[in-house]
């Protein structure tokens, strides 16, 4: 993948038939795999054996392509590939012109050694292609590699920190900014002087939590 510049060594150039997943999928995700993905693409792998970089926690990095039919929202197609593949999966989704990247931290299943469960996953926005600067940084270590991208693909609104941190906080930040809105849509729904007082309070508590937070973690 150009976009990334990364040593041939890494090159995997790999297309992965999509009904290699069709034991993580039900009749109507398989559908929506044929409907709205051309090819799915292993195009790299990042491991000891190809970058001369290992990890405590990561031991390997694979980077998938994944060209669409349509410019369609594929997150739930994403977790099903993710789920079946136990490796950290950097995605570069393309349509066209236009691309957009995601990665997802996971762990193993606790019961089932076949699966992962996601714990976070970081996107970017969809962007003209001669527009996406995001690199994948090789130096120090697998671990950090991750952590890098990952960051990369944040809010940015945190200092950076571990991943495991990082997933926290996002998820603490998007919570709180969930609640806001569905407050001020409450608000905004309701004819009850009253209980309009009673959201607004619940609603300035939400923000002070919301301020405290990025203040607290900031860089």
Not at 45 to 72: M, R, Y
Not at 77 to 102: C, G, H, T, V
Not at 129 to 157: E, G, P, T, V, W
Request: glycine share 0%.
């Amino acid at each position: 993948m150009a976009i990334f510049e990364l040593p041939t060594r890494t090159i995997v150039n790999k297309v992965i038939p999509k009904n290699a997943f069709d034991g993580f999928t039900s009749s109507k995700q398989k559908k929506r795999f044929t409907d709205l993905l051309e090819r799915i693409r292993w195009a790299h792998k990042l491991s000891a054996e190809t970058i001369n970089l290992s990890g405590k926690e990561i031991k390997e990095i694979q980077i998938f392509e994944i060209d669409l039919k349509v410019q369609e929202d594929i997150s739930d197609l994403i977790e099903i590939i993710n789920k079946a593949i136990p490796y950290p999966i950097i995605f570069y989704i393309s349509f066209q012109d236009k691309a957009y990247l995601s990665v997802s931290k996971k762990h193993s299943h606790p019961i089932n050694e076949n699966s992962s469960v996601i714990d976070w996953t970081f996107f970017s926005k969809w962007k003209s292609k001669d527009k996406i600067s995001y690199q994948l940084n090789l130096k120090q270590s697998l671990d950090f590699i991750f952590h890098d991208f990952c960051f990369q693909l944040s809010s940015k609104l945190f200092k950076t920190v571990k991943v495991d941190e990082l997933v926290y906080l996002e998820q603490n930040r998007t919570e709180l900014q969930r609640k806001i809105q569905n407050l001020k849509a409450a608000i905004s729904r309701s004819k009850q002087y009253n209980k309009k007082v009673e959201l607004n309070i619940e609603l300035q508590k939400v923000e002070t939590d919301l301020k405290d937070l990025l203040i607290q973690n900031q860089k």
